[in-house]
């Protein structure tokens, strides 16, 4: 992951997590206090969005795996002591990121409201913008040839 200067303004967009908790709380919080956070898995939809969440589980999980194999923390304060660019970072420098992005999505679908699709595309923008650069000087510096050579081999996102 990467590490952030103390001193580093915006402090709250330190912690992409967070911010997806808080942004996805928003969201229902809109739809509970309308009397609309209802979660329907019984049609179509629903069944499309509990493969969403169980494929976000999936990358969220084997990504602490690779994290975790490779003796280095997923805490976005503590620095990368590995570049780790197998497993579910062979398809995506950022698979926790999408996985958070696509839950937000299987939210919407559950719930048919625009306002967890608003939330995942306002994380998407905050993590695309301000975490993930942030990210990729750190490890750009760190780990050098190697992260170039693995920054053009692998998307951002997917």
């Known amino acids: 992951?990467?590490?952030?200067?103390?001193?580093?303004?915006?402090?709250?967009?330190?912690?992409?997590?967070?911010?997806?908790?808080?942004?996805?709380?928003?969201?229902?919080?809109?739809?509970?206090i309308k009397g609309a956070l209802i979660f329907n898995y019984s049609s179509w939809l629903g069944i499309i969005a509990i493969l969403v969440v169980l494929e976000s589980f999936g990358w969220i999980g084997m990504s602490l795996v690779?994290?975790?194999?490779?003796?280095?923390?997923?805490?976005?304060?503590?620095?990368?002591?590995?570049?780790?660019?197998?497993?579910?970072?062979?398809?995506s420098r950022n698979p926790i990121y999408l996985a958070l992005t696509s839950m937000s999505i299987g939210f919407a679908l559950f719930t048919h409201s625009f306002y967890f699709l608003l939330a995942g595309f306002?994380?998407?923008?905050?993590?695309?913008?301000?975490?993930?650069?942030?990210?990729?000087?750190?490890?750009?510096?760190r780990f050098k040839e190697e992260w170039h050579r693995y920054s053009r081999q692998t998307r951002r996102w997917l």
Do not use: C
């Open 66 to 91: 690779y994290f975790r194999r490779h003796k280095t923390s997923s805490n976005p304060m503590i620095q990368a002591s590995t570049l780790i660019t197998d497993g579910p970072f062979k398809f």
């Open 122 to 141: 306002i994380f998407w923008l905050l993590t695309d913008l301000y975490t993930i650069p942030h990210e990729e000087k750190f490890l750009s510096g």
């Open 1 to 32: 992951m990467f590490y952030y200067d103390k001193g580093s303004t915006m402090n709250i967009l330190k912690f992409p997590f967070i911010n997806w908790l808080v942004l996805n709380g928003i969201a229902a919080y809109f739809l509970y």
